[in-house]
């Protein structure tokens, strides 16, 4: 969906506010696992949620563990996301994503290393594949439709 | 007459060197052993003594080496026959698991026995593995797969199998223990209850065989799958046993070496059981490492071992009643090995997440078996599973850490 007028998508704080630096930044203040993981949960209180007639077919990551829900946006050169679960820690990683990816044009978005961002957090264990929660899965469909609106 | 050791956690847990490290910087407990078991240090040494003193293909060559490894992967099957006190090992296939053993009847059984308008039940417990493979044989034979409703205690509704049984009903494929809640189905009452309307069963065992003693010839059943890797073994190997006549019917399962008697372009002739079932080389190192298991739990009094399961599967029942918030999903009868819950207002994978970073290994999700989650309107739990080597030590470690992750989540 192309549009021209503001959307809801672009005042997300994750990828406004909220950068990936900023993230990157805080994390590495923490010492503790409980520091680090009460930061996350707070980050997903701060992502806002996908409207409940996006949670079907067309926009469901299916994890064995959790479940992701996507939608997207274009606007004027950079894709926008917005992204839910139904587990917190799920959200707040989410939001490490999005901080990553929001507002970026699509070239951006294909030459970011989402493996180094997620290594240098200490977070590379959510991206595993085992941990089946989705957000791998995710991860994988915003390069594709990065890849078909480059 | 062998000498059996006395039941002592301390000892059994010094057998299984990988619980002896730290997991995110604390002590690990695994409580995952309904998905694999860890292996005690003498089932790796049996595995490396086969790989670096006597490596050979078995069955085939005519050297010394080959003898051997015949030799102990043979004694192997004899060992797991004994194990479930079935009649001869020749009732013994090696299959990669119980997945594979399911898929064998599913698809060699099925092919001769089904037609149109047959039925096949299947619990609403089932794990997909028990499920799957039927729906796949049932379609290519216009056959239906039914499930048999549970209660809301997680028990297999016998009124209702009662109900759905009938001459239409070729196969009963139900599991010993379920994987999601640890349920013990009543399995010696289904097999009477379906053999009257003339149906087989199946057993899915792999929750079974490392809690208790099986017994195919008292159970009365006509199939019995389980895995190597949920028994102190290696993974990759697993056990179909079938009453020796309907195997003898089947037609074979895969083809290539080892399972043919003659070939020839005008038509190709068979090897006997069990090798009929058991094209191309085995997994010799896993049926060897299997043996060295079943060696391992033998040196013990099996009721002594279930005695202490038991008591820890209880203690952590007890422990969940206490700390509130926690709701226990499944409330059998009897149960062996599973302890599933959930903390009412946070995601089970939040809470996995939390107690991976303070060392204790549980499974969170469906299980693989969606149909049963969906009975309870639930998308998943959180499950503790024990094997002989968990304490009640682990328990406290588990509610411990829960209680810690609730004041995150809640």
Redesign the interface.
């Given at each position: 969906m192309v549009i021209s007028t503001p959307h809801p998508y672009t005042q997300n704080p994750f990828g406004t506010t909220i950068s990936a630096d900023d993230i990157c930044n805080t994390l590495s203040f923490f010492d503790s696992?409980?520091d680090r993981?009460?930061y996350i949960?707070d980050l997903g209180k701060e992502l806002p949620p996908i409207d409940d007639s996006y949670k079907d077919e067309e926009h469901i990551v299916r994890?064995?563990?959790?479940?992701v829900w996507i939608d997207s946006v274009y606007s004027e050169g950079t894709l926008w996301f917005q992204a839910d679960s139904?587990?917190?820690?799920?959200k707040g990683l989410l939001g490490v994503v999005l901080a990553a990816y929001n507002g970026k044009a699509p070239g951006d978005i294909l030459s970011f290393d989402i493996e180094e961002y997620f290594n240098n957090l200490g977070l590379m264990g959510?991206l595993s594949q085992t941990r089946?929660?989705g957000l791998r899965a995710m991860v994988k469909k915003i390069i594709s439709v990065a890849q078909l609106t480059d | 007459m062998p000498v059996r050791n006395i039941f002592d956690i301390d000892t059994v847990r010094r057998d299984f060197p990988i619980l002896h490290q730290e997991v995110?910087g604390q002590p690990l407990v695994y409580l995952d052993s309904g998905a694999t078991t860890q292996k005690p240090q003498c089932v790796i040494d049996a595995i490396v003594d086969y790989y670096s003193s006597y490596n050979a293909n078995v069955h085939r060559a005519a050297h010394s080496l080959s003898e051997k490894a015949t030799a102990r992967f043979e004694r192997a099957r004899e060992k797991l026959a004994h194990f479930i006190n079935s009649t001869s090992p020749r009732e013994v296939l090696w299959t990669r698991g119980t997945t594979e053993a399911i898929n064998l009847v599913a698809s060699s059984w099925g092919s001769e026995n089904l037609k149109s308008g047959d039925k096949i039940l299947v619990s609403a417990l089932e794990h997909h593995s028990n499920i799957v493979p039927w729906q796949l044989v049932a379609q290519q034979k216009g056959a239906e797969v039914v499930p048999i409703d549970v209660t809301e205690n997680g028990d297999i509704d016998l009124d209702a199998l009662d109900t759905l049984l009938g001459e239409q009903v070729k196969m009963v494929a139900v599991s010993h223990v379920s994987n999601a809640l640890g349920t013990v189905n009543p399995v010696q009452e289904i097999v009477q209850r379906a053999h009257y309307y003339g149906a087989k069963v199946l057993i899915d065992g792999a929750q079974a065989v490392s809690h208790f003693p099986v017994d195919v010839q008292s159970l009365d059943c006509d199939f019995y799958a389980f895995s190597g890797h949920k028994l102190f073994g290696p993974t990759g190997i697993g056990v179909l046993w079938g009453r020796e006549n309907l195997l003898e019917a089947m037609p074979p399962y895969q083809s290539g070496g080892e399972m043919i008697e003659t070939v020839r372009f005008s038509g190709t002739t068979f090897n006997e059981l069990p090798y009929k079932f058991e094209a191309g080389t085995p997994d010799i190192a896993g049926a060897i490492g299997l043996a060295a298991a079943i060696d391992y739990l033998n040196r013990f009094d099996r009721q002594e071992v279930a005695a202490h399961e038991t008591q820890v599967l209880h203690y952590a029942i007890a422990k969940g009643e206490e700390l509130s918030g926690i709701k226990r999903v499944g409330t059998a009868k009897q149960v062996a090995g599973v302890y599933s819950f959930l903390l009412e207002g946070?995601?089970?994978?939040?809470l996995?997440?939390?107690l991976d970073?303070q060392g204790i290994a549980i499974r969170?999700?469906?299980h693989?078996a969606q149909p049963l989650m969906e009975r309870y309107g639930i998308?998943?739990t959180a499950r503790a599973s024990f094997a002989m080597y968990n304490s009640v030590e682990d328990v406290d470690r588990l509610f411990k850490a829960l209680a810690k992750a609730k004041q995150?989540?809640l």
């Open positions: 696992w409980e993981y009460q949960i994890g064995c563990q959790s479940q139904d587990a917190f820690i799920v959510h089946g929660n | 995110n946070a995601h089970p994978a939040d996995g997440t939390l970073q969170t999700g469906h693989c998308s998943g995150f989540l």
